[in-house]
């Protein structure tokens, strides 16, 4: 028979030895590495977004800014502003109905060469824009609509007196 050693509870070996933890690290390197990705996602998805309103601000600037342009040819020639007059209807470039980069007025009509100026300009820096100038005496309102990828946004409508 084998004597018993006595028991000293001191000198019991823990329970949590390292023996019995092996692969813990991993597994919490793997949990905050898949916490990294997701905040890398979330940061990525808040530019993507950022980026698309830089780009309709910088359309509905630049629709504004054309607006401006068309006030500014009818008051060169404001003799008959209700010649500028144009109903709704998609904008049309020079080269058959699409931007022209290299278009030159006819220099024929000013008010037509305008006109055509200004829509192959509106051709050219909106994506399927439409438009609308709108005359009642002198008074001039310009609609301004393009393809804005997002239903609910609303056109640029810009009036002033001549």
């Not at 028979?1 to 390197?29: D, N, R, T, V």
């Not at 309103?53 to 060169?76: C, G």
């Not at 909106?126 to 438009?131: D, F, K, Y």
């Amino acid at each position: 028979m084998i004597p018993q050693l006595p028991y000293f509870p001191s000198q019991a070996q823990p329970i949590h030895s390292l023996k019995h933890q092996s692969g813990i690290g991993l597994i919490e390197i793997l949990i905050a590495v898949l916490i990294l990705g997701i905040g890398i996602l979330g940061v990525a998805s808040t530019q993507v977004v950022s980026m698309q309103m830089n780009s309709q601000s910088q359309n509905r600037s630049q629709a504004v800014l054309l607006a401006e342009d068309l006030f500014d040819r009818i008051r060169a020639n404001s003799t008959n502003p209700a010649a500028y007059a144009l109903a709704q209807g998609d904008a049309q470039g020079a080269d058959n109905g699409q931007c022209d980069t290299s278009y030159v007025p006819a220099n024929g009509n000013v008010t037509a060469d305008d006109i055509a100026s200004w829509e192959n300009s509106l051709a050219c820096l909106l994506p399927e824009a439409g438009r609308t100038v709108a005359v009642n005496g002198n008074v001039v309102t310009i609609t301004i609509d393009w393809d804005q990828n997002d239903a609910n946004a609303n056109p640029v409508v810009v009036r002033t007196q001549i």
